[in-house]
């Protein structure tokens, strides 16, 4: 079972997957989580020069590239291993991150970056994506009073991060079998009790014990 969490910055995904991790323990599925681009020794080099806010010389297209690069690298070494055993993968953003930022946000052809991601991830697909959806303003808002590090990517215009926003909507639109879309815009217990239900139904439909 493969869950990946998508949104805009600051949307809360990182502390919903912590408290979503341990409720699915209680329930005796082991668990393993992870978080893009990093997750792998390679994958965490790879990072440091994506966020580094001195790297403002950045071309979309190495930036594309860099994202697909630690990607492959956690396919291989991380998730296919620990799906192979039966676990359920919780991961932090994932191919559906690089759609909505390099495609829709700088506005890169889509089917190029979609073929890209295939070659990226060995066409490695999510069972489930949670999108945690919120206002792109409200997110930069969040982020910048100090919900964890302001990064290069940050840093690009309030326009990029509303056409992430609407491609994320868009994506949502195509493939509705596999998305579920949750207002982050809510207490966090909340949008987690939220969260618990949706994965729930879906482990007891697909995955009975
Ligand atoms: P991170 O600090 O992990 O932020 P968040 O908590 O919002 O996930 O930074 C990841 C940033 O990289 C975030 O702005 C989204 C962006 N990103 C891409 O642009 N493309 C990608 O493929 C991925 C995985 C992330």
């Not at 998508?6 to 005796?28: C, H, M, N, V, Y």
């Not at 993968?89 to 191919?95: H, K, P, S, T």
């Amino acid at each position: 079972m493969f869950i990946t969490f998508e949104g805009p910055d600051g949307s809360g995904k990182t502390l919903q997957i912590r408290l979503l991790a341990k409720f699915l323990r209680t329930k005796d599925y082991i668990v393993f989580t992870a978080r893009e681009p990093g997750g792998t020794e390679i994958g965490d080099q790879v990072r440091n020069i994506l966020m580094d806010m001195k790297n403002t010389a950045m071309h979309p297209r190495t930036e594309t590239l860099l994202f697909c690069a630690a990607r492959a690298q956690i396919v291989e070494e991380i998730i296919k291993p620990h799906l192979k055993k039966g676990e359920v993968v919780l991961l932090d953003r994932y191919a559906d991150s690089t759609m909505a930022y390099q495609g829709y946000g700088h506005q890169n052809d889509l089917d190029l970056i979609r073929r890209l991601l295939d070659f990226a991830t060995g066409r490695l697909k999510p069972d489930l994506t949670l999108l945690l959806d919120l206002d792109p303003d409200e997110g930069l808002r969040r982020r910048q009073q100090g919900g964890g590090e302001w990064n290069r990517m940050d840093a690009y215009q309030l326009a990029l991060h509303q056409r992430v926003h609407a491609g994320y909507l868009e994506m949502a639109k195509q493939e509705p079998e596999r998305w579920r879309i949750v207002n982050a815009n809510q207490p966090p217990d909340v949008v987690q009790s939220l969260l618990r239900k949706i994965v729930s139904e879906y482990l007891t439909h697909n995955y009975p014990k």
